[in-house]
């Protein structure tokens, strides 16, 4: 038991400890989770980086954009990111962007990063 902070093992309909389990995308994991996730993009906006690193785990890159922006992003698919840590990948991947005061505005669905 990690006590009074540790991270739900759900999220509506998503079971984010199967999502926070699989880095990377790596094990095939996520991409069978992505229709519960999908469902959960509402309740995602609006919510802190540090609750969003809770909930999802630690994203598989933290990309910095203008304007004191930034990106989480999570892998969805096995790709070169699981073979080596910071390798550029092409992989489905989602992206939440975070607003210069640390608030996710907006969830969006690529290849590689955005």
């Known amino acids: 038991m990690l006590g009074c902070n540790s991270a739900p093992d759900q999220f509506g309909k998503l079971d984010i400890k199967k999502w926070r389990g699989d880095r990377g995308g ?9 229709p519960d996730f999908k469902a959960e993009i ?7 980086a540090n609750e969003i690193g809770d909930l999802l785990g630690r994203p598989d890159i933290n990309q910095i954009a203008d304007r004191n922006q930034k ?7 096995k790709g070169p990111q699981c073979d080596q840590a910071g390798a550029k990948s092409n992989s489905r991947s989602v992206a939440i962007r975070m607003s210069a005061i ?8 690529q290849n590689g990063i955005p």
Do not use: M
Request: charged letters at 25%; one cysteine or more.
């Open 26 to 34: 790596c094990n095939g994991v996520r991409d069978k989770l992505l």
């Open 42 to 48: 509402q309740h995602l906006k609006g919510k802190s």
């Open 71 to 77: 990106f989480y992003i999570y892998f969805l698919e």
């Open 102 to 109: 640390g608030l996710a505005t907006e969830v969006t669905f």
